[in-house]
């Protein structure tokens, strides 16, 4: 891109990507192939095989890069697949700071698969400088954050934490999923990296699973991109694809999920049904002024505590008819999750207690629909209770 400093939108339809030069096909082509001609041994004209490299996926890597404000992008078939790449940079021996609110699955790697290869984990509430500083010990090699955080929506300092972290020379990883660089970027606060599920916001359809790591710095890159190749864990062309039609259209979506997000977290607050909102756009929220400090809007995600027993809890989730019952998030389609028994299941219950996961919480990603016709359906499943 010729212009300097453009806009977000500009960023979201144009980065890492230009017209096909063979035809002039304004879209990026989906480079269906698993192999690449060479004129002669090891010359290539930039790829050899699919799994090292694909221009779909290329231009996926710089468009997510551009718009994080980050130098590289490498791209996963998961967020998962992203966030065990950072992981294989250590060794038996080494030891993790992670947030103690955060999703499940990033909590089931740390602890049944990294664990037993010698990597320890301290889990801690990352909006408390002190405690942070106190977790770390003398052979801390990485902090992972998460901000807003899943399912609490707590949001830690990013510049504050970043700072400590780069003068004790440790590697920061930021999970911007819930974010999206929409509303905050985590690199420009001082983050050396950040991971996405691109399933989430970036792709918006709930058509595609993916993950991206973006970064700045070659050597950094270079160690990744070694276990990104060596372990596989890469998306395909047709998923580069639709992550890249999703992030086109990312900031109007963004958008409209924030401001009926503020809406419906006003709403339920104000609901004699509802014991607690947690929503970061909200001055009621623990963390509103970190939120406020970073982020741009409060984000599409709302969680809440009903005056009910978990069984009503769990009859309510499946009594909404506009909120479809299922895990993930991020979709132009509305979703409900119970985290206990779901998408946090894997967190052992005395731990999600800790963190202040109550087993009847529910969480809400709000979509693009009608803002009238979702809360008519929060409201009649509300009126059941």
Request: net charge positive; charged share 20%; proline share 4%.
């Amino acid at each position: 891109m010729k212009r300097k400093n453009p806009g977000f939108g500009t960023l979201a339809i144009h980065a890492g990507q230009s017209p096909d030069p063979s035809t002039g096909a304004i879209m990026t082509p989906i480079f269906q192939t698993s192999t690449y001609v060479q004129k002669a041994p090891n010359q290539t004209q930039g790829y050899d095989y699919s799994r090292s490299g694909n221009p779909t996926r290329s231009a996926l890597e710089g468009n997510i890069a551009g718009l994080e404000g980050a130098e590289w992008g490498l791209g996963f078939s998961s967020g998962m697949a992203a966030i065990t790449c950072v992981l294989h940079l250590l060794e038996a021996g080494d030891h993790v700071v992670a947030g103690n609110d955060l999703y499940g699955g990033t909590f089931r790697l740390l602890r049944t698969v990294f664990e037993k290869f010698g990597v320890e984990t301290t889990f801690v509430d990352l909006t408390d400088l002190d405690a942070f500083q106190a977790a770390l010990q003398k052979n801390t090699k990485l902090v992972m954050l998460e901000t807003p955080t899943n399912p609490l929506l707590r949001c830690c300092d990013l510049r504050a934490i970043a700072k400590i972290c780069r003068r004790k020379k440790l590697l920061t990883l930021a999970d911007n999923t819930f974010a999206t660089p929409y509303l905050q970027r985590p690199i420009d606060l001082g983050c050396d990296l950040v991971v996405h599920s691109t399933t989430k916001y970036l792709g918006g359809h709930s058509d595609v699973v993916g993950g991206m790591l973006v970064g700045n710095g070659e050597e950094l890159r270079a160690r990744l991109a070694h276990f990104q190749n060596s372990c596989g864990g890469t998306p395909g062309p047709m998923d580069s694809f639709l992550v890249l039609r999703g992030t086109k259209t990312l900031h109007v979506r963004m958008q409209r999920h924030c401001e009926s997000a503020l809406k419906i977290a006003k709403w339920l607050e104000s609901h004699k049904k509802v014991a607690r909102v947690y929503y970061p756009g909200l001055p009621s929220h623990e963390t509103y002024r970190t939120a406020k400090k970073q982020m741009k809007h409060g984000g599409g995600m709302v969680s809440v505590e009903l005056k009910a027993t978990v069984a009503q809890a769990k009859r309510f989730c499946s009594r909404l008819e506009v909120f479809a019952l299922a895990e993930s998030l991020g979709g132009v389609e509305s979703l409900v999750d119970h985290p206990a028994s779901m998408t946090h299941a894997s967190i052992p219950k005395k731990e999600r207690k800790k963190a202040g996961l109550e087993d009847g919480l529910i969480r809400l990603s709000v979509g693009i629909e009608d803002l009238d016709d979702l809360v008519a359906d929060l409201d009649q499943a509300l009126k059941r209770l």
